[in-house]
């Protein structure tokens, strides 16, 4: 979700965060904040599940062959076999609580043979009529109206959207086939509020597949995919969400897709905290109720530590944005590939020998780099972690403060997640045409406040880029209005967001199976035996073959051969 100027109006955020982890439980010097390493097993439920489906899949491949061999006399060649067995250890498992550093992603989008109509999907329809659908009755092929949408006639181009972006989400078609049989969401009722694009669409298919009841809402006003929106709708999953939104929209969705009138929601499946804020604030009886909430946004699992510190977390809640399939893949290779897109399909620009600052290098400030080096561009850091600054040196990059080369740089990218990065002092010294955007995933990095202002003109030009034009003529070519640049303005990798999205759909199930008392009122991090399955299923994409610990070798590391193979406090 997006985090609105709005939200959490009376949870401002700290001063201070708590300092990194350490591996002796100890944040910095302050030993009233010592981080608790909480001990427990992962869920009987889930893990049983998964090796009892492994068991009947084996035996039902077993059978196939048989049938194979007296049919034609050969056996099947043993390379066309896919062995994806995740042995489970029945060994305890370490969820450690530990404050969040930088980095946000991106939900992720195919670049693959529809790219050219993904193109048309994601910036023709911010031309399309901009009227508010709230007021327009709606149904679907089956005469439901539980949803609201911006044109249910459009739902054949969104089913195609969603059918190939399953071809890149390898894990979640697996976690269908492995899990369906299990139904182990059955009797969950999930609200949830992400992007809704067509990876999104695989994800809360393969929930509904899993047995739970789903209504979902956008976090973005702009990243919304109206077709995919009307795929959904016409399958009977209770959308709200049109590409386009205002900001009365936006909540009014959301409350639609909270439907207090109509059900009682148990899981929380959130983007950036808006949704939780809203249950928070309006619904507190019903945030009772609530057995677990999954956040993958750096924005809201700072609010849930807010909410934790505070002792007004009354429900357990699993912080997906620092586990470490999300820091290490969706945040560092999806904003490195959809970073120039963005930037090229709004402005056209060549990158050789332009002057960038990237504000930030954390997981997406890395991937931004990398990309914008790879084309030529001279690339300034600015950082306030000592750590990633000395990384970006180390990388071959400047660190500098922003106010140090805004005068020269033709474009600054923000990507810390954090507020006012980019306030009106840079913005009145930067150059004409100097490109502002950001890939970090609250709107407040940028100060779009002190730009709404008498003396400045805001100029469209075309959809999502704005000239904010000086009284003396200079002007900045601002882009998706400071939101997050990628899903706004272009599209993001499939294969990238099955990764996130499969570890979303496992802590959804952790939570929801888990033995009552097992999860206290607190934030906790997936183990990371969890991290490592998810990672296997999308190994076979690429043809890769693992090499197996011997005995001998697995006791010199004093590991399992089959994993856990990293501490639970590696990131």
């Known amino acids: 979700m997006e985090q609105t100027s709005a939200s959490w109006e009376n949870l401002s955020l700290p001063e201070e965060y708590p300092e990194p982890h350490r591996e002796d439980g100890v944040r910095g010097q302050d030993s009233s904040a010592v981080s608790r390493i909480q001990t427990v097993k992962s869920s009987p439920n889930l893990l049983q599940m998964l090796?009892?489906?492994?068991?009947?899949?084996?035996?039902?491949?077993k059978d196939k062959e048989e049938t194979e061999v007296s049919k034609h006399g050969t056996s099947v060649p043993e390379a066309e076999k896919t062995d994806m067995q995740i042995q489970y250890t029945e060994q305890k498992q370490e969820f450690n609580q530990r404050p969040i550093k930088a980095g946000r992603r991106s939900m992720s989008r195919s670049m693959s043979q529809s790219s050219t109509d993904s193109h048309s999907s994601v910036c023709s329809e911010s031309?399309?009529?901009?009227?508010s659908p709230r007021e327009k009755l709606q149904k679907n092929a089956r005469g439901l109206s539980d949803f609201c949408i911006k044109n249910i006639e459009q739902a054949v181009f969104g089913r195609r959207e969603i059918q190939i972006?399953?071809?890149?989400?390898?894990?979640?078609?697996?976690?269908?086939?492995?899990?369906?049989?299990?139904?182990?969401?059955?009797g969950a009722n999930v609200v949830?509020?992400?992007?809704?694009?067509a990876q999104t669409a695989v994800l809360i298919e393969t929930l509904s597949a899993?047995?739970?009841?789903?209504?979902?809402?956008?976090?973005?006003?702009?990243?919304?995919?109206?077709?995919?929106?009307?795929?959904?709708?016409?399958?009977?999953?209770?959308?709200?969400?049109?590409?386009?939104?205002?900001?009365?929209?936006?909540?009014?969705?959301?409350?639609?897709?909270?439907?207090?009138?109509?059900?009682q929601p148990n899981m929380i499946l959130d983007d950036g905290g808006d949704l939780t804020h809203w249950i928070y604030k309006k619904y507190p009886d019903m945030f009772k109720k609530i057995k677990g909430i999954v956040e993958e946004s750096v924005t809201g699992v700072y609010r849930l530590y807010q909410l934790s510190k505070a002792g007004r977390l009354c429900v357990p809640a699993m912080?997906?944005?620092?586990?470490?399939?999300?820091?290490?893949?969706d945040n560092l290779y999806c904003c490195k590939e959809s970073i120039l897109d963005g930037l090229k399909r709004t402005t056209d620009v060549m990158f050789g020998g332009k002057q960038v600052s990237v504000c930030g290098y954390g997981e997406v400030g890395k991937g931004c780099c990398a990309a914008l080096k790879a084309l030529g561009a001279i690339v300034y850091i600015t950082e306030a972690d000592p750590i990633c600054a000395l990384q970006a040196c180390m990388d071959g990059f400047r660190v500098i403060k922003l106010g140090e080369v805004v005068r020269q740089v033709d474009v600054v990218i923000t990507c810390t997640g954090n507020k006012n990065v980019v306030g009106r002092e840079h913005l009145d010294r930067m150059k004409n045409g100097c490109i502002v955007c950001n890939m970090g995933h609250s709107n407040t990095e940028i100060d779009l406040a002190s730009l709404r202002t008498q003396e400045l003109k805001w100029e469209r030009v075309r959809p999502q880029v704005d000239h904010v034009i000086w009284p003396d003529g200079r002007r900045i070519v601002l882009l998706a209005e400071g939101r997050l640049l990628n899903l706004s303005c272009s599209t993001v990798p499939s294969f990238v967001l099955s990764i996130t999205a499969t570890t979303q759909a496992l802590a959804l199930i952790e939570l929801y199976n888990s033995p009552e008392g097992r999860y206290k009122q607190d934030v906790y991090l997936l183990p990371k035996k969890m991290d490592e399955y998810v990672a296997s299923l999308h190994l076979p994409a690429f043809d890769a073959h693992l090499t197996e610990l011997t005995d001998e070798q697995a006791k010199y590391l004093g590991i399992s051969k089959h994993g856990p193979f990293k501490p639970n406090y590696y990131r």
Do not use: Y
Request: proline residues 2%; hydrophobic residues 40%; negative net charge.
């Open 319 to 329: 912080n997906v944005n620092d586990s470490v399939t999300k820091q290490k893949f």
């Open 165 to 186: 972006a399953e071809q890149e989400m390898p894990a979640l078609m697996v976690l269908r086939k492995r899990a369906g049989g299990e139904k182990p969401l059955a």
């Open 51 to 61: 090796k009892a489906a492994e068991s009947r899949r084996t035996a039902h491949s």
């Open 127 to 131: 031309s399309e009529d901009e009227s």
């Open 192 to 197: 949830g509020c992400t992007h809704i694009t």
């Open 210 to 263: 899993l047995g739970a009841r789903c209504r979902w809402a956008a976090c973005n006003i702009f990243s919304t995919q109206n077709t995919v929106a009307a795929a959904l709708a016409e399958a009977g999953i209770s959308v709200f969400a049109w590409r386009g939104e205002s900001e009365d929209d936006f909540w009014w969705c959301i409350d639609r897709c909270v439907g207090a009138e109509v059900w």
